[in-house]
């Protein structure tokens, strides 16, 4: 943690951090319909500690802190403080679902990867099978699936199929924002730090007001894992690999250009030595909303659902749907859950099973 700012806004940081790492587990739960805005601006005055809370809260929700709940904010927080902090998987995200994968083929089951769902078969109210896109039916006892709602419902399923509640609650779910995300080599390591959060005196929103008004962006606040510093397999020995998340909009048609020289001078800030990073950098990579968007859909959104009042804890789906042997998991589905990203989605299909298992009577 580095800070230019007066002592007095320090202090006010710290203050407020400390009230976080001890906050009293019942008046979390009393945060239940107040928003991270509301909580923020009652609990510390200075602009900066403001900020830096606010930017936290955007870095982990990648959603407007107006709307986003205090309750998971606060818990989240308290984790963080309590020496949790931030965590990564060795071997990249993927690894989780490979380390799945591996227990599935050593008990006997098959995989069977980049075959698209087309369709979820049902009889009557009971989910029997899936249409493959190469025209293929697989029968099974039990499907889950892990598509957002919105696909599973109109798309794998008739809009007819869940209750109309449930398929008016799906067609309102609000997803997060995009994201700006630069991949940056360096022919060496030049920052000691393994992650850092980058505060400014501009929120997103503001910067976001900024761009639509047509003026660069030169400090906001971004998420910066210095990733091969987190895990070294990811960079060759004696390279460095560090990623920059800003917040993005789909709507929005950013300059790959303009946001490549803002990610390098966030990295040269980082920059242990009075080095010039740009003679440094051995290849760039930059990935704006709309090329997320076509990798992952949901306009590019990067967390799934937006954890904003209304759709989480209590509000989350289920994972187990209205219809027979058909359950969904990911980081949009558990209710009482909460986390982000990653995380959420595993503690969902952790959740999925528990409750499969329950109909089996295993439990
Ligand atoms: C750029 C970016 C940065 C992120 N950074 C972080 C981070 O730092 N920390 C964090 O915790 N989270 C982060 N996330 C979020 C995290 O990746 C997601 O929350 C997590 O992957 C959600 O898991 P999931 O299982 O719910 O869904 P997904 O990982 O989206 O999995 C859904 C799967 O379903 C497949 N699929 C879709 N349609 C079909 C179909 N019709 N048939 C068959 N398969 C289909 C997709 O190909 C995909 O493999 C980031 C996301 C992005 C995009």
């Known amino acids: 943690m580095r800070f230019k700012v007066p002592f007095s806004d320090k ?37 900066v500690s403001k900020n830096i809370f606010i930017i936290a ?43 799945y994968s591996e227990i599935l083929e050593a008990t006997g089951n098959t995989i069977m990867t980049n075959q698209a769902v087309e369709k979820i078969l049902l009889e009557g109210n009971k989910a029997i099978g899936v249409v493959l896109a190469n025209g293929n039916q697989v029968m099974a006892e039990k499907i889950i699936s892990n598509v957002n709602w919105k696909v599973m419902h109109g798309t794998l399923l008739s809009k007819d199929a869940f209750p109309t509640a449930l398929g008016g609650k799906i067609e309102n779910l609000k997803h997060s924002h995009s994201s700006l995300v630069a991949h940056i080599a360096l022919k060496k390591p030049l920052i000691k730090k393994k992650f850092v959060m980058r505060a400014s005196d501009f929120t997103n929103e503001d910067a976001h007001q900024m761009r639509l008004k047509g003026e660069k962006v030169t400090d906001v606040g971004g998420f910066i894992p210095i990733v091969s510093n987190i895990d070294p397999n990811l960079a060759p ?37 009075k080095v010039n990073i740009r003679n440094y950098v051995e290849w760039i990579h930059i990935l704006l909303p709309k090329d997320l968007e076509a990798l992952f859909g949901e306009k590019g959104s990067v967390i799934g659902l937006a954890q904003i009042l209304g759709q989480v804890r209590d ?19 558990g209710t009482g859950l909460f986390g982000v990203g990653t995380e959420l989605a595993a503690l969902s299909g952790q959740h999925c099973a528990k409750l499969i298992l329950t109909d089996e009577r295993i439990l």
Request: some cysteine; overall charge negative; aromatic content about 12%.
């Open 237 to 273: 020995p004696g390279k460095q690999l560090v990623c920059i998340g800003l917040d993005g909009r789909f709507e929005f048609d950013y300059d790959k250009n303009v946001f490549e020289e803002l990610a390098l001078s966030f990295v040269q800030e980082l920059a242990e030595k």
């Open 57 to 99: 809260s955007d870095c982990y929700a990648v959603y407007d802190h107006h709307y986003v709940g205090a309750q998971d904010y606060v818990e989240l927080s308290k984790k963080s403080f309590r020496g949790k902090g931030v965590s990564y998987p060795i071997g990249g995200c993927s690894a989780i679902p490979k380390a």
């Open 11 to 47: 202090k006010e940081f710290l203050k407020l951090s400390f009230k976080l790492r001890n906050f009293p587990d019942d008046e979390i739960k009393a945060l239940k319909d107040k928003t991270v805005m509301e909580f923020i601006e009652e609990h510390t005055s200075s602009k």
């Open 315 to 333: 509000n989350r789906i289920e994972c187990k749907t209205p219809i027979e042997h058909l359950y969904h998991c990911g980081d949009d589905s």
